[in-house]
């Protein structure tokens, strides 16, 4: 926490957090570019955001693309947003929001957590069917080898399958990729969606890393921004507690 503090005290940190909220995911270059600043200054200050956590980095290529990163100010917000008037907080969740632009030699939506296990365990999480009943309401059904077929089977003993897709990657416990569809448009890979898992582990924590790319639209992007978050809180929740949260946090009304 002492590192976000300090990483969202510098003026200059906080513009760099309002050019990714204004176009998310974009090369020091970019950034360089509309910050008007040397670039071995910005990748210092880059690295200071990077290190408490606000700004998270995805390879494209050569290139490496930066996205903000929500999960820090989640927390302050946990711990103190009650305690505050919400106009008081206008600033900050100014900052918190991400700016999902489209473009299409981007991810659509980058989200990053750590969670206090092994790349092992949060694996069987993503994997394991009755494991992903526990936390996300629906059991994820396949043997996970590359070009298999997945289902996001729901939980309720109805056999509805809410997602179909195909397994592109599966390269046990680091990294992960499928397809993401509508089963009424399985046939239809232009309507396809991916999502990719990449788990790293550093001293007993993993990094978990989500992109979800080539969303067919705004309406898509806006469930898919609130989703994610959701799902992942209750994984980390269960994996680090042994229990879901009390709450399903998709069920949650929007303030």
Known sequence: MDKVFKALAD???RRLLDRLREDNGQTLGELCARIDMKRQSVTQHLGVLEDAGLVTTVR????????????PLHEIQERWIDKFERPRLSALAAVKRQAEEAMNDKPDFVYVTYIASTPEKVWEALTE???????WGHHN??????GSR???VRADGSGVADVVGRVVESDRPTRLVVTWAAPDEEEREERHSRVTFDLQPHEGIVRLTVTHEDLNDEGERA????????????????LETGSTLPQAPWEM???
């Open 60 to 71: 494209r290529g050569r290139e490496k693309l930066h996205y903000l990163n929500p999960v």
């Open 129 to 135: 069917a009755d494991l992903t009943a526990a936390y």
């Open 141 to 146: 059904v396949s043997d996970w080898k590359a």
């Open 150 to 152: 997945w289902e996001h």
């Open 11 to 13: 003026e200059t940190r």
């Open 253 to 255: 009304p929007a303030r």
């Open 223 to 238: 469930g898919i921004a609130s989703g994610w978050p959701a799902v992942l809180s209750n994984l980390k929740s269960l």
